[in-house]
């Protein structure tokens, strides 16, 4: 079904299909170029396509002369290439609007050769007068060419009327044929399939003595005429845009009742942009908002900067026409009639900061937005070309010859493209901007992204102008169905500070729309400020919606816990805890099923190397009598693999908290508290005061030295920090602490932290670290599996709803910088890592590895610390390698989960993230890395093996992804 509505949603891509790419070397641009150019449209975010004229015309005014309705000019190709074109923007779901030129025919038209034959039938097709005395006082338009509006015409042996160029007739509305002849027009196109049209020169339709000859009510109803047949034959969905140059009320008619045009162009908002930016004030533009409020439900405007003609100055007073010629165009070969015929790079003096503000305000004020062809790279005019066609050069596409539009002789060339100063093709042109992620291609295309994901709240929303008391920033509101969305915006070109009037806001999060940072929540008046021409666009949401996303996947238990936790199995309690943990008072079914329990629960865990088979309980220490508290060393048999852990279990009354296992009979839940920031607290304070304990078989020692904040937070599993401090307990994967307490003291690299406190156990000359604590840079720290999840959201939030195209590398280099900034950051830590622990460990028969991925990391301030090792082991360095891929990867896609929009994109980024952090190994090692060609078969192997661990969505689409890789490669992988 389609929306009968949707020009409310478009984003509209004017173009030449002269100028845009020639696929036969004619010289001139064709259909076939300009399909084989969608991929690009389509890349850059834009849904509908606008085409100039391509009819049969001897191209006096460029096309807007026909010649004939019905025919393609030769040039461009034939109506097969056309329907083939339109077939295929249609299936990349764009739109296409073209040109309903109603008001005259070229010359050359067989109408008009037809017409000025005396006594011909069709003589009244135009508008003949035998003095060119009637209609006195219509201004002519084309003034800088055009002496009047009459032409004599011998073999006619009258004056025919025309408003543009002497070679234009304009058609006699007058006469119903034409009419009839202008709908049959209409129809062969929109039954061709095409979307919309433009109606060119819609004022001037009808003449009557003693007017303006324009906005006539006639020329009105005209237009509703219009409307009303292609609605009879096509039903809604088909749309009218009007040009009408005009003041705001004399355009407002042509939306009629909702019967009259769609949409119509802004032409009184579009000059004052250029006022405002010029006089850095923002009431010329509030001014013209104000004027152009109010229109039918159903109508829209159509926005613009710039287009194939010169910055019309007719519909503004003197004074500002006077402003806007010298500010604009102090060169006089810029003027033509009333206006400026410059391009919007040059308009802005090349300054990039006014270029974005303007697609600012373009993108985000109401209605939607036109760009015109070449502005999105910055391309530059043409001055020595007569008329406007210094803004209709070829389509800079690459440094190539003839700017890679046509590979014909440039002499061949319909016009040449612009090859001088800053803005020649050897400088601006797309090929150039599409990898380079700073490049104005891709600061549009960003844009556009987040244009495209708030089509509905800037296409259809309300606007609210904000009464900021600094004039030089203009501020507004879209609201569209309770999605709000901020846009300010500092028309000065030095910074600005303001209040903006957020007061019924509170509470709401600004989150920046860009960089998808919330900034501090709103608590009344908002203080602000913008750099020279900067702006800012803010979603405001609910605070409790920010704080759930990006929540790490362990904070959300999986499936089988949530059953587990459903269906609570009971432990037959019948006299104190101490009958599940001491030995000597022991009640055997009762700890057989406490096990058993517990057992049940862990297999659930993900951060354990393997599910437990059995569970035995290897010592046990109260270390809180009420409510109980115990510290267990457990040991794990399961899948092949034996694992001491220790896990603090608690016996509470309440059913509180994720780690809930199991019923006690006789009142009470037993809970593990590998997920409680209490216990880690409790912890910490116990060991500064140094702590010691007995239990029947061991020793427990421990001692703290450093802040013991108020309460830690915890980051993970295993890991709790507070201000200045860290804390983990040896719960994790990999066999304990044992080795970060011998060996990280004697790594002297500043971003490790060395452990300065925790808890040991010991029995005769065993020994086993517990937990270890250290201190913390100031900041708040973050395990680093989650500030990578963080970035991998922020990054594809940005570019969600950017499909996966052409360019797609410098879209994605800038939208992820972050994360990869920390894959090669990781990747050279790691390369140094690897050699101080060679240094430290010995070679032995391998390399002494990590063998732990992002969760030994944390991060505070931006930077990676690292605070813990695996296990000792001996392998690959690629196999640490491995891990942080993987975990990248995971974090990438568990990102994707939350914006499933640009989930397309987190296999081209995973890919591009791996391979910054193999490079930045190598670079840092200075060495070849052993067995690279085995990369693909570790990560799949641990790809397979992550994902036995855990039922998780992510850690399937990881295999799923390196299964593909593997299929794709076959026997080579
Ligand atoms: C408006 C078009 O935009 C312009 O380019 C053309 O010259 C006139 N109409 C006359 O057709």
Redesign the pocket.
């Known amino acids: 079904m389609v929306d009968p509505l949707w020009y409310k949603d478009a984003v509209i891509y004017q173009l030449h299909v002269r100028s845009f790419f020639d696929a036969n070397d004619d010289g001139y641009g064709d259909f076939e170029g300009l399909r084989q150019k969608l991929p690009y449209l389509e890349a850059l975010g834009v849904n509908t396509l606008w085409l100039?004229p391509f009819f049969q015309s001897p191209l006096r005014?460029?096309g807007?002369?026909i010649s004939e309705y019905y025919q393609i000019l030769p040039v461009h190709g034939t109506l097969e290439d056309f329907r083939r074109f339109l077939d295929e923007a249609h299936e990349r779901g764009m739109r296409v609007i073209v040109e309903l030129?109603l008001?005259?025919t070229s010359i050359d038209h067989p109408w008009f050769q037809e017409a000025r034959k005396p006594g011909s039938p069709l003589r009244d097709f135009y508008v003949w007068s035998d003095t060119p005395e009637k209609y006195q006082g219509v201004r002519v338009?084309?003034q800088d060419f055009e002496p009047s509006n009459w032409t004599f015409d011998p073999v006619a042996g009258a004056y025919y009327w025309h408003?543009?160029?002497h070679h234009?007739p304009d058609l006699n509305w007058d006469n119903p044929q034409v009419e009839r002849a202008m709908h049959q027009v209409m129809f062969f196109w929109a039954d061709m399939g095409v979307d919309g049209f433009r109606l060119?020169?819609i004022p001037y339709l009808y003449e009557r003595e003693g007017t303006s000859c324009e906005n006539l009510p006639e020329t009105i109803e005209a237009v509703k005429r219009l409307r009303k047949a292609l609605e009879e034959r096509y039903g809604p969905g088909k749309v009218l845009l009007a040009?009408a140059n005009m003041w705001p009320e004399e355009t407002l008619p042509y939306f009629g009742e909702g019967d009259g045009v769609h949409m119509a162009y802004n032409f009184p908002l579009m000059p004052r942009i250029f006022l405002a930016l010029r006089r850095e004030d923002r009431k010329p533009i509030e001014a013209m908002l104000q004027e152009t409020e109010g229109i039918p439900e159903a109508a829209q405007w159509a926005l613009f900067l710039r287009?194939?003609?010169e910055l019309t100055l007719e519909k503004v007073t003197e004074e500002e026409r006077e402003f806007l010629w010298e500010v604009y165009a102090p060169d006089p070969r810029y003027r033509i009639n009333l206006g400026i015929r410059r391009r919007l790079m040059p308009l802005l003096g090349g300054d990039r900061r006014r270029f974005e503000l303007l697609h600012a305000l373009l993108f985000t004020l109401k209605g939607s937005p036109i760009l015109y062809y070449g502005d999105e790279i910055g391309m530059g005019d043409n001055p020595f070309l007569g008329d406007?066609n210094g803004v209709r050069t070829p389509m800079q596409w690459s440094a190539d010859r003839n700017a890679g539009f046509s590979r014909a002789p440039y002499h061949r060339l319909f016009l040449p493209p612009v090859s001088e100063g800053p803005y020649s093709y050897h400088f601006v042109n797309v090929e150039a901007q599409q990898e380079n992620p700073h490049s104005l291609l891709n600061f549009v295309r960003r844009f556009l992204g987040i244009r495209n994901r708030y089509a509905k709240v800037f296409g259809r929303g309300a606007l609210r102008l904000l009464p900021v008391a600094n004039r030089r920033i203009l501020a507004y509101e879209r609201e569209f169905e309770g999605e709000r969305i901020l846009v300010v915006a500092n028309l000065s070109r030095y910074t600005q500070a303001f209040d903006l009037p957020l007061e019924g806001y509170e509470g709401l999060v600004p989150v920046e729309l860009f960089s998808q940072h919330p900034f501090p929540p709103v608590e009344g008046c908002y203080r602000l400020a913008l750099g020279p021409h900067g702006f800012a666009l803010f979603s405001l949401r609910p605070k409790e919606e920010m704080e759930r996303l990006h929540l790490p996947d362990w904070a959300s238990p999986g499936e089988e816990v949530m059953e587990a936790l459903e269906d609570l199995p009971s432990v037959p309690l019948s006299g104190g805890v101490e009958s599940l943990f001491v030995d000597t008072l022991v009640d055997e079914g009762a700890r057989a099923s406490f096990l058993s329990a517990l057992g049940k629960v862990l297999g659930g865990r993900g951060w354990l190397a393997s599910r437990p088979g059995r569970v035995e309980l290897k010592d046990a220490l109260r270390f809180q009598k009420d409510p109980p508290l115990y510290l267990t060393l457990l040991r794990l048999e399961g899948e092949g693999l034996v694992q001491e852990v220790f896990l603090p279990i608690a016996l509470r009354p309440e059913k509180e908290g994720p780690g809930v296992f199991a019923r006690v009979r006789g009142g009470g839940y037993l809970i593990e508290l590998s997920q409680d920031p209490g216990f880690y607290t409790l912890l910490l304070r116990r060991l500064a005061q140094g702590f010691e304990g007995r239990s029947l078989r061991a020793h427990y020692r421990g001692r703290h030295r450093g802040p013991v904040p108020e309460a830690l937070e915890l980051l993970r599993p295993g890991l709790a920090a507070g201000e200045g401090v860290w804390l983990q307990v040896g719960l994790v994967q990999d066999g304990g602490l044992d080795r970060t307490e011998r060996i990280l003291p004697h790594l002297d690299l500043p971003w490790i932290l060395k452990p300065g406190g925790g808890l040991y156990w010991e029995r005769g000359r065993e020994r086993r670290v517990l937990a270890l604590t250290g201190t913390l840079p100031s900041g708040r720290p973050q395990e680093a599996f989650a500030y990578a999840l963080r970035l991998a959201g922020e990054g594809l939030a940005r570019l969600r709803d950017h499909p996966v195209g052409e360019g797609a590398s410098g879209l994605m280099a800038d939208a992820l910088r972050e994360l990869e900034a920390l894959a090669r950051l990781l990747g050279v830590r790691l390369a140094l890592l690897h050699r101080a622990l060679r240094e430290a460990e010995g070679e032995g028969d391998g390399v002494p590895l990590l063998n732990r991925g992002l969760g030994a990391f944390v991060e505070v301030e931006g930077e990676v610390f690292l605070l813990a090792l695996g296990r000792e082991a001996r392998g690959l360095p690629l196999w640490d390698l491995a891990r942080l891929a993987y975990d990248l990867e995971r974090a990438l896609y568990l990102a994707a989960e939350e914006v499933p929009e640009a989930m397309d994109w987190v296999a081209l980024a995973a890919d591009s993230f791996e391979q910054a952090l193999l490079q930045a190994y190598q670079e840092a090692a200075q060495e070849v890395l052993e067995g690279l060609d085995r990369f693909p078969q570790i990560m799949l192997d641990l790809a397979q093996d992550q994902a036995l661990r855990e039922e998780r969505l992510s850690r399937h689409r990881v295999l799923e992804r390196w299964q593909a890789k593997a299929k794709e490669w076959g026997d080579g992988f």
Do not use: C, K, L
């Open positions: 100039m005014d460029d807007y002369d030129v008001n005259h338009i084309f408003r543009f160029y234009q060119d020169a040009e287009n194939h003609d406007r």
